[in-house]
């Protein structure tokens, strides 16, 4: 009995030692996390590319190519491979090729007509704050250094934001490259890798282990599934639904705008308003009934979207409340910025379906014993 209190003792002061040294060493200890995340970074990229073509793949392999030549099981794969990978890029650098050039000159147009626009929103600031007899400066004075700060001060900042804009691309391209070449090597192995990851666990794990981390691993790549494509589908409709609306407006920059609200539009429950305000405030800048004109758009185009686009694409495949969305947005942003705000949702929804279904079998098994 002496020797288990003093076993129990040591291994006390054992864990109150280790407690103590992590957080002591906790900023050296994340800095080092950090390090080895952004050195995996690209096996990152290679999974989510694997991810994003393996659906054309399974598609284009199940429905064209396994049904004319069945025998030839490698070539199937290598040219459904080729295939998707051509469709998936095709289709990108497509929208890059037609989207980009215009959202050149849309800022090269908003360059140019800076100055313009300056004194434009001077002028009716200044008009709508004689209209309702407000006389302070301060007000007018605060809101214009928002928005105008003095050129040196601009360049400056401008000069900044290239540079780390380029630092940021070209790790960025590095990391994407590399992602393709993993992502290939994922998708032409997965199913041996699956074969090989099943069978480690299986005599590695207790049964109920196995069994809970099969279930975890099926219900994320369903819900992952399920989440992020139908995000991005969501996206670009509304992105395309927005060019419309904007052009038959004839609200400016409308492609720029366009792009704006789109990609933002992935982001669950606050991307809509993260991609409309920058938006209304650059218009208010050009002309303010354009802005309100915009504004009262986007709130319709958001109900259609959330209330018809939305459900018809991802229907219940999240299977959480909004106020559980909202809550993992605001966690996941917290924790890993914009991507957080996107994979937050389904990371939330796998952890819920999980306690979900604990709490449900404990619940049922004590009404079996009543």
């Not at 050149?104 to 360059?111: E, I, P, Q, W």
């Not at 007899?133 to 250094?145: A, Q, R």
């Not at 109920?208 to 996206?235: P, R």
């Not at 802005?291 to 986007?298: L, N």
Request: with cysteine.
């Amino acid at each position: 009995m002496a020797k288990k209190d003093i076993k129990e003792k040591l291994l006390l002061i054992l864990f109150g030692i280790t407690t103590f040294f992590v957080f002591k060493n906790l900023t050296f200890l994340w800095a080092g996390l950090c390090k080895v995340i952004n050195a995996m970074m690209p096996f990152f990229y290679g999974l989510i590319i694997a991810y994003l073509v393996n659906w054309p793949y399974e598609k284009i392999k199940k429905n064209i190519f396994d049904k004319c030549n069945e025998s030839k099981q490698r070539l199937n794969k290598v040219l459904s491979m080729v295939l998707a990978y051509v469709l998936t890029f095709g289709i990108i650098i497509f929208l890059i090729v037609t989207v980009i050039p215009q959202l050149v000159l849309s800022f090269n147009h908003l360059a140019e007509n800076f100055s313009q626009y300056r004194a434009l929103f001077e002028e009716n600031f200044k008009r709508i704050l004689d209209y309702f007899n407000f006389d302070e400066d301060w007000l007018y004075n605060t809101i214009k250094g928002m928005f105008f700060a003095k050129n040196e001060n601009a360049t400056i900042k401008v000069l900044d934001i290239t540079v780390n804009f380029l630092k940021n691309f070209t790790l960025i391209m590095y990391n994407w490259i590399i992602g393709i070449v993993v992502s290939i090597y994922f998708l032409f192995n997965k199913e041996k890798l699956f074969l090989q990851i099943n069978k480690l666990s299986y005599v590695s794990l207790p049964k109920k282990v196995y069994d809970a981390l099969s279930y975890t691993m099926k219900l994320t790549g369903n819900l992952f599934g399920k989440f992020i494509i139908g995000k991005i589908i969501d996206g670009m409709i509304i992105g395309v639904l927005c060019f419309i609306g904007t052009s038959l407006l004839n609200i400016p920059y409308s492609v720029l705008i366009s792009v704006i609200v789109g990609v933002t539009n992935v982001i669950p429950f606050f991307g809509p308003f993260l991609g409309a305000v920058p938006c209304i405030f650059m218009l208010l800048i050009i002309d303010p009934w354009k802005a309100i004109c915009f504004a009262i758009f986007i709130l319709i185009l958001q109900q259609i979207d959330g209330n018809i686009i939305g459900p018809k694409i991802l229907g219940s495949s999240i299977g959480i409340s909004g106020m559980f969305i909202m809550f993992s947005v605001i966690i996941g942003g917290g924790i890993w910025g914009i991507p957080g705000m996107v994979f937050g949702v389904p990371v939330f929804a796998v952890i819920y379906a999980i306690i979900s279904k604990l709490v449900n079998e404990k619940f049922n098994k004590v009404k079996s014993l009543e």
